[in-house]
Every structure is written in C-alpha cells, then in structure tokens.
C-alpha cells in the first residue's frame, strides 16, 4: 500500500509529459499549416501635399538672383489675393497645365493633390489682349529685352533699344521670361517679369502676362519642359470653350533670343 501513493505521482508525472508533448508537437503542427486567408487591404496612399510656400514677407524680400539685386516688394501694399499661394485647383486641367483667368488676373499653376499654385498678374491692355491655347516651349533668365519695330514706331523714344535693352531689375521683361509657341511657331505671347509690381491685378501689358519678378522666378523654376497654357475670358465651362483663339498677341519684343533655352 506504501508503493501506492509513489505509482500514482509517477503516473501523473508521465500524465503531464504527455500531455507537455503531444502541446507542442501540436503547436509545431499548427505553426507548420498555412490557410488561404486574404492579406488586409491596404489604402493607396493619398497624393502628396503641396509643400507650404513660406510667409509672404520671405517670399517677396529683397534678394541677389543671378548677380542682378532685387528690391523687395512692399508687401504691405499688395492686395491679398494677388499674394502667391496654394489653393483648391478651380481648372481641373491635368497637373503641370498653366491656366490664366483673364477675368480675375490670376494666373494657376495645377499640382498634384487637387491644388494649384495661384499667382497674381497684370494683363494685356484693352486691345492687345487675347484667349487662347499655347505651350510653354523656351525659356530665359534675365532676357534682353528687344522692343519690335511695331512699338519703337508707337513710341519712338524706345529707338535707343533697337539693339536690345541689357537685362536687369529694370527690364520690361524682368528677371524671366518663358515664350510661349502654338503649333511650333512664336505666338509673340509672354509670361515675365516686370518691376512695376503695382501693375499686378490691372491690364497694363502689351499682349503678355505679367508677374512681379518674385513670383516669374518662383513660376520658372517649377516648369522644366513644355507645358500647356490655356488663356480663358473666364474659369466657367462658357469661357473654357471661347478660348480656342487663333490670334497671336501685340509683340512685346523682337522675338526668342538665340540663346534661350528650348524646351523638350
């Protein structure tokens, strides 16, 4: 009777190695079964934000570009709304398309993420304006700037710059220029720069797009190859369909200098 209560604590501990054993052997088993479950599904992830552009006193302070001083734009005199900044794209053209709204002086360029950057410009004066489509295809960093025989004949007073005004701050055409063409030829339409900065948001131009000369630098930089440019009266679906014009703009000057970049 003695041996009893030693049989039945060996019987238990074989009980329990057993029971040890046929666990793991189990566990190993389970961890060795695949099954056809499905992988979560993942999101796509969202399009990239635009990156913020900086308080507007840093984005119109004076600065060095290319050797040439510019003064800062007195900001405290701008309008609001012709301060660059990122907005909901109102086009709904692809990415990298310029839209200009005649009808508000905004010029946008479309991003990704249903945003657009929104500049203000000055327009083509009464007579001298038009709609229509073109490409960004040259573009050139402080142009000289050659006022065509067209206008030395309105204003004989430019015939000192027949040979072409040497760049700078106070250049009609400003720190840039991009040139726009229409199937392959040079629509004498401009997107550039200019010093008088309180033109902006009024129609003051010879047939071009105006910008103050921050914000052409700023534009310049972001278009690296052709990009469409639609030029509407206004942004609704009646404006868009009006701007299939054909007419070519006032020449602003003598035409894309030789060494301009061209672009592909």
């Not at 005199?77 to 200009?100: A, C, M, N, S, Y």
């Not at 000055?122 to 304006?129: E, H, M, N, P, R």
């Not at 105006?210 to 930089?221: A, T, V």
Request: positive net charge.
């Amino acid at each position: 009777m003695s041996d009893i209560p030693l049989f039945s604590e060996r019987l238990n501990r074989r009980a329990f190695l057993g029971a040890s054993a046929l666990g793991a052997a189990s566990l190993a088993l389970s961890a060795c079964t695949t099954t056809d479950v499905a992988p979560p599904t993942v999101a796509p992830a969202p399009p990239p934000s635009e990156p913020a552009l900086g308080d507007v006193a840093t984005m119109y302070t004076a600065r060095t570009d290319e050797g040439f001083q510019l003064p800062a734009i007195p900001v405290n005199k701008l309008d609001p709304r012709f301060v660059r900044q990122i907005v909901d794209d109102p086009t709904g053209e692809k990415p990298g398309t310029i839209v200009v709204d005649v009808s508000q002086h905004f010029l946008y360029l479309v991003r990704d993420g249903g945003k657009a950057i929104r500049y203000g410009v000055s327009l083509g004066k009464a007579g001298f304006g038009w709609t229509g489509s073109a490409v960004v295809q040259a573009r050139k960093k402080w142009p000289v700037w050659t006022p065509p025989p067209e206008m030395i004949q309105r204003r004989p007073e430019l015939a000192k710059y027949k040979d072409g005004m040497p760049p700078g701050p106070q250049s009609p055409l400003g720190a840039r220029a991009l040139y726009l063409f229409r199937d392959g030829k040079d629509t004498m339409y401009r997107l550039h720069g200019t010093p008088e900065w309180d033109s902006i948001g009024k129609n003051a131009s010879s047939g071009c797009v105006r910008f103050m000369n921050q914000d052409i630098i700023d534009l310049y930089g972001r278009v690296n190859g052709p990009a469409q440019v639609f030029v509407r009266p206004n942004l609704s679906p009646a404006g868009k369909i009006m701007a299939v014009s054909s007419r070519t703009a006032e020449p602003i000057d003598a035409g894309v200098p030789k060494d301009a970049e061209m672009l592909k």
